[in-house]
């Protein structure tokens, strides 16, 4: 059984910083794209980066592009998004996304198979 656990959410002023992790159990890791994604309440969600399987690749959403950083590794089946000039607009429940992806980088929330929980970032002004 996949499962997909993030951590190292919490609150943080504007401009402070958060490291979220997300760890993996139950899927050959190497094998799948991880992905990002957000939601704020009211809004659907949305992409924030995701990274391609042995980590050569990464892509980011606009809105976080300089500010956010995604990294892999593989031995120990774990994902991190280090999130730099956090602003309020950040705030909303991260959700780490698998998907065996062949090729390319899923950017879509229906691309991607397995979930995990979810973890708060609330980010006050």
């Known amino acids: 059984q996949v499962q997909l656990v993030e951590s190292g959410g919490g609150l943080v002023q504007a401009g402070g910083s958060l490291r979220l992790s997300c760890a993996a159990s139950?899927?050959?890791?190497?094998?799948?794209?991880i992905g990002w994604f957000r939601q704020a309440p009211g809004k659907e969600r949305e992409f924030v980066a995701a990274i391609t399987r042995s980590g050569g690749t990464k892509y980011y959403a606009d809105s976080v592009k300089g500010r956010f950083t995604i990294s892999r590794d593989n031995a120990k089946n774990t994902v991190t998004l280090q999130m730099n000039s956090l602003k309020p607009e950040d705030t909303a429940v991260y959700y780490c996304?698998?998907?065996?992806?062949?090729?390319?980088?899923?950017?879509?929330?229906?691309?991607?198979?397995?979930w995990g929980q979810g973890t708060q970032v609330t980010v006050s002004s």
């Open positions: 139950g899927l050959t890791f190497s094998r799948y794209v």
């Open positions: 996304a698998a998907e065996r992806a062949d090729y390319g980088l899923p950017k879509e929330v229906y691309e991607y198979e397995h």
